[in-house]
Nanobody
Framework: QVQLVESGGGFVQAGGSLEVSCEAS????????MAWYRQVPGQERELVAQ???????SYAPSVEGRFTISIRKRRDIIYLQMNALVPEDTAVYYC??????????WGQGIQVTVSS
């Protein structure tokens, strides 16, 4: 079992920056990966950014160049630095941990609100 705790989030004006973090109850390694998703009410949850244990990253086109996913020092915490935020980035952001057996664990979600 993997427990995930998200933190950060909050309210920011358009053009501003926020960072959210996700701490897992254990390190991720090998073929495992962690990712950030987001969801707006009435819409499907969408992948925002992903990072593998090897440090390979990928981003949704809508956030490419503005968001950065990273691991710092410890291999059980990932960060999502969000810059040049726009109102369309407003959503609940969820952290996901995918195990080597492709089982997904999810965090509880954290609200990010960008005002125009």
């Amino acid at each position: 079992q993997v427990q995930l705790v998200e933190s950060g989030g909050g309210f920011v004006q358009a053009g501003g920056s926020l960072e959210v973090s996700c701490e897992a109850s254990r390190n991720f390694f090998g073929s495992e990966a962690m990712a950030w998703y987001r969801q707006v009410p009435g819409q499907e949850r969408e992948l925002v950014a992903q990072i593998t244990a090897a440090g390979d990253t990928s981003y949704a086109p809508s956030v490419e160049g503005r968001f950065t996913i990273s691991i710092r020092k410890r291999r059980d915490i990932i960060y999502l630095q969000m810059n040049a935020l726009v109102p369309e980035d407003t959503a609940v952001y969820y952290c996901k941990f995918r195990t080597c057996s492709h089982y997904d664990w999810w965090g509880q979600g954290i609200q990010v609100t960008v005002s125009s």
